[in-house]
């Protein structure tokens, strides 16, 4: 069976793009539909 890879990158993909450094998980907010589509990569 072929290993499954995803290739995410931050800022402005699965965050909101922030002018500053996002340094606790309080400030991190996702995108609008990066769960839906973290689950349909990752959950089974």
């Given at each position: 069976m072929k290993a499954k890879v995803?290739?995410?990158d931050r800022d402005g993909?699965?965050?909101f793009d922030?002018?500053?450094y996002?340094?606790?998980p309080d400030q991190w907010r996702?995108?609008?539909l990066f769960p839906e589509a973290h689950a349909?990569?990752?959950v089974k």
């Open positions: 995803a290739l995410l993909v699965i965050n922030s002018p500053d996002i340094l606790v996702p995108e609008q349909k990569v990752f």
